[in-house]
T-cell receptor
């Protein structure tokens, strides 16, 4: 019954590899997000999709490519992983609009070695 | 670039003490939210404040939005070990529901 679920929870991979993180929400929300939390716990938005359309694209290397096959799913594919990509990546969803509550997944801890 | 600075960064107190966490910005936000994050979990919403000067209470937690909608504070009365966690403020702007998170305050409450 998890509202926002992302897989995997942990991901350890070597530099240069390509990896994907998957996210699904069963809340009926129309907007989904990817956030990155660094080692200092700073949480920064990367992307946002509304009804499968990209609406927020912060300054993120183009090695990161989000894909939203439908409103309930938002996946994140990362090419040519670098050491600096190590972080916890959070998926979130909400209804679009002001004052809306964002529901977050449990996070995916990515470690690039 | 919108920045939200939180202070203090770290706070270690004993059960029963009171504390206040501050969230400051030079930018104006449509509304502001406070989240709490526990280890290994995603942030969970505590409150949303919308109107400048608004005060909201959630049991022992009191949230205030600054008159100019640039800052906010979270006051906890009689802290308990269950209050331990990372507290994050987040400002909302625009219709894209973009959250700009603060730098975070890590609170530890000991017996």
């Amino acid at each position: 019954d998890t509202a926002v679920s992302q897989t995997p929870k942990y991901l350890v991979t070597q530099m240069g590899n390509d990896k994907s993180i998957k996210c699904e929400q069963n809340l009926g929300h129309d907007t989904m997000y990817w956030y990155k939390q660094d080692s200092k716990k700073f949480l920064k938005i990367m992307f946002s999709y509304n009804n499968k359309e990209l609406i927020i694209n912060e300054t993120v290397p183009n090695r990161f490519s989000p894909k939203s096959p439908d409103k309930a799913h938002l996946n994140l594919h990362i090419n040519s992983l670098e050491l600096g990509d190590s972080a916890v990546y959070f998926c979130a969803s909400s209804h679009r609009g002001l004052n809306t509550e964002a529901f977050f997944g449990q996070g995916t801890r990515l470690t690039v070695v | 670039t919108q920045l939200l600075e939180q202070s203090p960064q770290f706070l270690s107190i004993q059960e029963g003490e009171n504390l206040t966490v501050y969230c400051n910005s030079s930018s104006v936000f449509s509304s502001l939210q406070w989240y709490r994050q526990e280890p290994g979990e995603g942030p969970v919403l505590l409150v949303t404040v919308v109107t400048g000067g608004e005060v909201k209470k959630l049991k022992r937690l009191t949230f205030q939005f600054g008159d100019a909608r640039k800052d906010s504070s979270l006051h906890i009365t009689a802290a308990q070990p269950g209050d331990t966690g990372l507290y994050l403020c987040a400002g909302i702007t625009g219709t894209a529901s973009k959250l700009t998170f603060g730098t975070g305050t890590r609170l530890q409450v000991t017996l």
